[in-house]
T-cell receptor
Framework: NAGVTQTPKFRVLKTGQSMTLLCAQD?????MYWYRQDPGMGLRLIHY???????AKGEVPDGYNVSRLKKQNFLLGLESAAPSQTSVYFC????????????FGQGTRLTVV | EDQVTQSPEALRLQEGESSSLNCSYT??????LFWYRQDPGKGPEFLFT???AGEEKEKERLKATLTKKESFLHITAPKPEDSATYLC??????????FGKGTRLSVIA
């Protein structure tokens, strides 16, 4: 049972390049989330989804887009990367009901130069 | 505005020296207070969920408690392998978790 898997684990981008981070979960969870983690800032929510075909903005959505075409996948896109988007990105998923705790992937370390 | 504040930012303990980490929250209609452990280079790992004031949960050397305004993570006789960053998060309804900035714990042998 893999849980939450993020691809890739590391990436270096040049300013202005685009990329997509993939998150896949095999727990049949309804909810999925993208967070970024920066030193001294903690985990901040970028976007989230409460079900297939739905997305919503979090605390820091600017410069990112997301899609949830399949229940098990949640994609995070950067259309034109900026150095301020250098961070560690975490995907998480959770059930809708009795067990609301979120389970996290191992993270993607992104550097924009 | 919903907020979660953790203290201290960093804590250094000798092996066997018990202590507590604090998480204070200002979340109206709390529907769960969560504790996670995060090791360097890894994603947060779920530890506990607390739902109501007075509730306690234990796992090995860790015990989490909850009051109406804060939660404590008590660490009894810690070992070096307990060294990690401990994250607290709060949830209101079905909204996503709001995280504190974490407490970085170092346990020295």
């Amino acid at each position: 049972n893999a849980g939450v898997t993020q691809t890739p684990k590391f990436r270096v981008l040049k300013t202005g390049q685009s990329m997509t981070l993939l998150c896949a979960q095999d727990m049949n969870h309804e909810y999925m989330y993208w967070y970024r983690q920066d030193p001294g800032m903690g985990l901040r929510l970028i976007h989230y989804s409460v079900g297939e075909g739905t997305t919503a903005k979090g605390e820091v959505p600017d410069g990112y887009n997301v899609s949830r075409l399949k229940k098990q996948n949640f994609l995070l896109g950067l259309e034109s990367a900026a150095p301020s988007q250098t961070s560690v990105y975490f995907c998480a998923s959770s059930e809708q009901g009795a067990r609301p705790e979120a389970f996290f992937g191992q993270g993607t370390r992104l550097t924009v130069v | 505005e919903d907020q979660v504040t953790q203290s201290p930012e960093a804590l250094r303990l000798q092996e066997g020296e018990s202590s507590s980490l604090n998480c204070s929250y200002t979340v109206s209609g709390l529907r769960g207070l969560f504790w996670y452990r995060q090791d360097p280079g890894k994603g947060p790992e779920f530890l506990f969920t607390l739902y109501s004031a007075g509730e306690e949960k234990e796992k090995e050397r860790l015990k989490a408690t909850l009051t109406k305004k804060e939660s404590f993570l008590h660490i009894t006789a810690p070992k070096p392998e307990d060294s990690a960053t401990y994250l607290c998060a709060a949830r209101k309804g079905n909204t996503p978790l709001v995280f504190g900035k974490g407490t970085r714990l170092s346990v020295i042998a």
